[in-house]
């Protein structure tokens, strides 16, 4: 391996086979049937449409816009968590739970 050639871990590869996978569970009969039962209405899978072919398209980018595209993506892909300040923390917390201190 050569000094030039990226390292194995840096660079991602991308597999459809996931998206494929979700898309054709979408149209089995256990989703449709758990959809209609939950929400009423038979699932259309197009949000899996869309992610399929999201994917198809980033598989015809070359590998250095590739890395690119997915770094961007990583950045504006909102985090699971909120952070705060140590006050913010605190004043949200006795927002929500300052009546428990009430029951003493």
């Not at 991602?12 to 256990?30: E, I, N």
């Not at 985090?79 to 300052?98: L, V």
Request: charged share 30%.
């Amino acid at each position: 391996m050569s000094a030039e050639e990226e390292s194995p871990a840096s660079r991602r590869r991308v597999s459809c086979s996931k998206c494929f996978d979700a898309l054709w569970f979408c149209y089995s009969p256990v989703h449709q049937m758990q959809q209609y039962y939950r929400v009423g209405v038979l699932d259309n899978c197009y949000g899996k449409w869309s992610a399929l072919w999201d994917c198809l398209y980033l598989k015809t980018k070359p590998s250095s816009e590739l890395q690119e595209i997915l770094e961007a993506r990583e950045k504006d892909e909102s985090h699971i968590w909120t952070f705060r300040t140590r006050e913010e923390a605190q004043s949200n917390w006795q927002k929500k739970f300052g009546h428990l201190d009430d029951m003493d």
